[in-house]
């Protein structure tokens, strides 16, 4: 169903807006997944993968995107909501959405994976896409305002350089302390077994509306203060943590209850 690509030949013309979380955020997020596998969930996942781990796979979506065979994919990564939601209308909205977006393409995916009638190839394709959409949805820029184009059309300065909302969330505040994405995963993974219990208890409709109401006030105040100066790291990096943290959890508890783990 798909080619294999090298992902260094990807990444010289991949434009960087749709690095969602970047190469490293994914990567964490996989890897505090694999750290809370079950032993049926590990093996099942690594039936489907060989050589292949959740950490290296989570980047597959991005990779794929330029490639005409793959545009019908580019939807699956984000959804896009009139700004002033309340809580119950944002679920009903993402939730009845028709057009192709996260929310339903994370549905399909984990049927997929679930179908005992699926082919090898379509579980691993659908395997390598919820990796990356539960972590893409984690974002908040990722289920951010329609209006904003999920904050790529709020230009701000970030680190003395021209970007834009979208970008600084997606890489620029993970990738500021400059650490590996195994050292970022080692000093993150620290949950309590009440918020790994907590976590994964929410259905991942309220993962989506905790993304869009942390993007409301993001929106507003880049709006306002495009010039996001020394002070914007320090403020929001226990946002990424816990965004990023809470991601690998519930990828977990995903795949431990699609193999019954």
């Known amino acids: ?51 292949e781990r959740l950490p290296l796979v989570s980047t597959f979506p991005d990779e794929i995107r330029p490639y005409p065979e793959f545009a019908h994919t580019s939807p699956w990564h984000y959804v896009n909501t ?20 996260a929310y339903r393409a994370l549905q399909e995916q984990l049927q997929k994976l679930k179908d005992p ?34 904050g790529n059309k709020i230009k701000v300065k970030f680190r003395g350089r021209e970007s834009n909302l979208h970008s600084v969330w997606d890489s620029g505040l993970v990738d500021y302390p400059a650490i590996t994405y195994l050292e970022m ?13 907590q976590w994964q208890q929410a259905v991942p409709a309220t993962w989506f509306w905790e993304s869009y109401q942390l993007s409301q006030p993001l929106l507003t105040e880049a709006e306002q203060h495009p010039d ?28 431990n209850e699609v193999y019954g783990g």
């Open 82 to 101: 009139p700004v002033g939601l309340g809580q119950d209308e944002y679920i009903r909205t993402i939730t009845t959405m028709e057009k192709p977006n």
């Open 228 to 255: 996001l100066d020394y002070t914007y790291y320090p403020k929001y990096a226990p946002t990424v943590e816990q965004r990023l943290l809470q991601a690998g959890i519930r990828l977990a508890g995903v795949l």
């Open 117 to 150: 009638a699926t082919s090898k190839e379509d579980k691993v394709f659908a395997l390598k896409f919820i990796v990356h959409i539960v972590g893409d949805v984690h974002q908040p820029m990722h289920t951010a305002t329609a209006e904003t184009s999920g």
């Open 185 to 197: 995963a080692q000093q993150l993974d620290h949950a309590t077994k009440s918020e790994v219990r």
């Open 1 to 51: 169903m798909y080619k294999k690509i090298t992902l260094v030949a990807l990444l010289a013309f991949l434009p960087f807006s749709l690095l969602a979380w970047g190469v490293e955020g994914h990567r964490v997020i996989g890897k505090i997944a694999e750290n809370h596998l079950s032993k049926k969930a590990r093996a099942q996942i690594q039936q489907l993968l060989g050589t």
